[in-house]
């Protein structure tokens, strides 16, 4: 929050949120998992099954913001261990600038993408707005899971082992180069790079669905988290909190990527805080950690333990050439910076 007392963009600090959440959150019998830090998702008791509701929106992108907006949703029905299936979305379009080929653009990525992953695309409202600079869509996915299947963050214990899928930050490295094409031309990255770096949308691809299916089926998997808006390092925070417990980042086993780490160098951001949708964090239980990360090896699918569930006492902190220091946490995310 800022001194002048209004908040700066970005993600609500954690404790305010959970505040928020205590007071005003409905009770109902059959709600299993309910609004509250750390967890992503909603899970309502449907009988023979949980169904797993998500919403989130699109802010940063305007390029292939449909596209963005069925995965980053998707994600985090898949890191409950469930099966996205349905969508719908809010789409709010800018007055005065929208015309018939952005709206027809951005309804033909939200197809191809959820024709890729077989989510069927099943409703929602569509408008141009006032106050809008670029079109802003939020998106709501439905998934399901069998009951004895589920997988929450808050399921997180002390002595379990951090993994990290593919690396970072790769939606920011896809945002910057997208929306900084002539910026960064004129600082003397070649198209190669760019397109490279914009490329990282569908490679290594912002999408951890397949990642997280993986992990699910597998076994010893506590919690999953897709770390988005704040980074990484937000990310292990947001499950601490959920867990209640502390934990430790070993920065010197972090992926970064290479075209990553050169855009946050260029722009003097910390990749750990740089909105990192594509990464996924995977706590397992110590003695499933060798087989976990061959089974992701046999499948081509990068990943690294990074840290470990530590007692909440402790903190959440990191360690990094031999030295601890406080992790920090980015309520607003690195990327805003530079947009």
Not at 21 to 47: F, H, K, W
Not at 93 to 119: M, N, W, Y
Not at 243 to 248: E, H, K, S, V
Not at 303 to 309: D, F, L, Q, V
Request: proline fraction near 5%; aromatic fraction near 6%.
């Amino acid at each position: 929050m800022a001194l002048d007392g209004i908040f700066a963009t970005g993600k609500l600090p954690l404790e305010f949120l959970q505040g928020l959440l205590q007071r005003y959150t409905t009770s109902d019998p059959r709600l299993v998992t309910g609004p509250r830090v750390g967890e992503d998702v909603a899970v309502i008791d449907m009988g023979d099954r949980y169904m797993v509701l998500k919403t989130d929106p699109i802010t940063f992108a305007t390029d292939q913001i449909g596209w963005y907006a069925v995965h980053v949703n998707a994600n985090d029905i898949a890191t409950s261990g469930a099966h996205p299936l349905w969508m719908l979305n809010t789409i709010l379009l800018p007055a005065h600038k929208t015309t018939p080929e952005l709206v027809d653009s951005i309804f033909a990525q939200l197809h191809d993408a959820c024709a890729r992953l077989g989510i069927a695309l099943v409703g929602g409202h569509t408008e141009v707005t006032w106050g809008l600079e670029r079109p802003i869509v939020v998106g709501v996915m439905v998934g399901e899971v069998q009951k004895d299947k589920l997988i929450t963050s808050a399921g997180a214990r002390v002595g379990d082992q951090v993994l990290l899928v593919k690396g970072i930050p790769i939606e920011a490295t896809a945002l910057i180069a997208h929306e900084k094409v002539d910026d960064l031309r004129q600082r003397g990255y070649d198209d190669e790079f760019i397109r490279k770096a914009q490329n990282y949308l569908y490679e290594p691809g912002i999408s951890v669905v397949e990642a997280a299916r993986l992990a699910a089926e597998h076994g010893g998997v506590r919690a999953m988290h897709d770390p988005t808006e704040g980074g990484l390092a937000t990310g292990l925070h947001e499950l601490a909190f959920a867990a209640g417990t502390g934990l430790r980042l070993e920065v010197d086993s972090v992926p970064v990527l290479e075209e990553g780490r050169r855009l946050c160098a260029e722009y003097g951001l910390d990749p750990l805080g740089a909105i990192a949708s594509g990464a996924l964090l995977v706590v397992v239980a110590p003695q499933q950690v060798t087989s976990l990360l061959e089974s992701y090896a046999q499948q081509g699918i990068p990943c690294a333990r990074i840290g470990e569930i530590v007692p909440a006492e402790e903190g959440v902190y990191a360690v990094e050439g031999g030295r601890r220091r406080p992790l920090p946490r980015y309520d607003k995310d690195e990327i805003a910076r530079i947009f």
